[in-house]
């Protein structure tokens, strides 16, 4: 059974800068996507960011310039640098891991970004 779990949310004023982390444990498959999500309030789920396992990454264009997708694969392991923070960067951010050979989704719990002054 895989676990995902999420770290690093928190407030920050506008401008401000976060990091989050995100860990699973457990067999995510040697072939996968890391991705995180957004879910801001009112809004729909926004596919943020996502790195191959070659490191290949996307972005969404709200985010890009400012937001870094990186990854530790022998650390199971995703980051997401977070830089110039608006208030509409507000948002429940959830690490999803997407295992291609087996096409299985594992989702954390989400961790709060709130971007205030």
């Known amino acids: 059974q895989v676990q995902v779990v999420e770290s690093g949310g928190g407030l920050v004023q506008p401008g401000g800068s976060l990091r989050l982390s995100c860990v699973a444990s457990?067999?995510?498959?040697?072939?996968?996507?890391m991705n995180w999500y957004r879910q801001g309030p009112g809004k729909e789920r926004e596919l943020v960011a996502t790195i191959a396992t070659g490191g290949r990454t996307n972005y969404a264009d709200s985010v890009k310039g400012r937001f870094t997708i990186s990854r530790d694969t022998a650390k199971n392991t995703v980051y997401l640098q977070m830089n110039s923070l608006k208030p509409e960067d507000t948002a429940v951010y959830s690490c999803?891991?997407?295992?291609?050979?087996?096409?299985?989704?594992?989702w954390g719990q989400g961790t709060q970004v709130t971007v205030s002054s």
């Open positions: 999803n891991i997407y295992n291609i050979p087996a096409r299985e989704h594992y």
């Open positions: 457990g067999r995510i498959g040697s072939v996968n996507t």
